[in-house]
């Protein structure tokens, strides 16, 4: 009973901080593109927002699944019934994480070519007179660069600690699984 209180209680401390995380990645997002903070990479600003949404509305699916009665799917009345939710259930979440991939690549890629570009920040050039002057190149705001990094590694690593975490708890039920398998009786 105390574990499943603390799971419950660690599902909301990660909701709470994915709401800020995606109300952070929306604020910076829109005051980069309403000012044009990011002329070197402008669809940055841009997959912030678009990030920042996605992760308030898996936010708040999750925290539907969250606060969602258990029992309510075990009270249909047909096994095709339970088997017909459970399989929409499914093909909603694949979807749904298929597209969050893939939304996280695209921001993992925009922000490694940002980083790449802001690393020469001045260019050497030599004028038509033999004259060398420096060219300075558009840059990134670094708060928005660093939202956008932040927001990136926190949910890279939120990932991985849910699959990992996904990973034992199967383990430990396959587990107990084959225990009751060896002592039927016990």
Not at 104 to 119: D, E, N, P
Not at 142 to 161: D, P
């Amino acid at each position: 009973m105390r574990s499943t209180a603390m799971a419950r209680m660690m599902h909301k401390l990660i909701l709470f901080l994915t709401v800020l995380v995606s109300l952070l990645l929306i604020g910076l997002g829109a005051w980069s593109v309403e000012r044009e903070r990011c002329p070197v990479q402008p669809s940055l600003p841009i997959w912030m927002i678009l990030a920042g949404c996605l992760l308030a509305l898996m936010s708040a699916v999750s925290s539907g699944l969250l606060g969602w009665n258990e029992r309510s799917v075990v009270q249909k009345k047909t096994f095709l019934g339970s088997v017909g939710w459970a399989l929409c259930w499914g093909l909603f979440l694949l979807f749904g994480y298929l597209i969050w991939f893939a939304v996280w690549i695209a921001g993992t890629y925009l922000s490694i070519v940002t980083l790449q570009s802001l690393r020469v920040v001045h260019q050497l050039s030599e004028n038509v007179d033999n004259q060398r002057t420096f060219l300075q190149q558009a840059t990134c705001h670094m708060a928005t660069l660093a939202g956008a990094g932040f927001s990136i590694l926190f949910i890279w690593l939120l990932s991985v600690a849910l699959s990992v975490k996904a990973i034992i708890s199967v383990l430990a039920i396959k587990r107990e699984y084959q225990e009751v398998q060896l002592y039927p009786s016990a």
